[in-house]
């Protein structure tokens, strides 16, 4: 994901944003638009009445789940402040 948002960025210097950097804020605000939010895990804990081996992987997975998203999010964001200086 980030490989093609780089290639769509140029070189240059300058803290405005146009051209190649304009198309890289686009795809930028369109990964944020379609990332999901995070699980709400107190919610989830309290819905698994059974602890079966399927349901604690399955609650294990929405955690690190939440993990990714945010580490996603945090670096598009970084990317977006640093298209804008």
Same mark, same amino acid.
């Given at each position: 994901?980030?490989?093609?948002?780089?290639?769509?960025?140029?070189?240059?210097?300058?803290?405005?944003?146009?051209?190649?950097? $304009?198309?890289? *804020? @686009?795809?930028?605000?369109?990964?944020?638009?379609? =990332?999901?939010?995070?699980?709400? #895990?107190?919610? !989830?804990? $309290?819905?698994? *009445? @059974?602890?079966?081996?399927?349901?604690?992987?399955? =609650?294990?997975?929405?955690?690190? #789940?939440?993990? !990714?998203?945010?580490?996603?999010?945090?670096?598009?964001?970084?990317?977006?402040?640093? =298209?804008?200086?």
């Amino acid at each position: 994901m980030f490989f093609t948002i780089l290639s769509c960025s140029g070189g240059g210097g300058g803290g405005g944003i146009g051209g190649k950097d $304009a198309a890289v *804020k @686009e795809i930028i605000d369109k990964f944020l638009d379609v =990332l999901p939010p995070e699980f709400i #895990m107190l919610d !989830l804990f $309290a819905k698994a *009445k @059974e602890r079966s081996p399927y349901v604690v992987v399955c =609650l294990q997975e929405c955690e690190r #789940m939440n993990i !990714l998203i945010n580490t996603v999010r945090s670096s598009l964001t970084d990317l977006d402040m640093g =298209l804008k200086g």
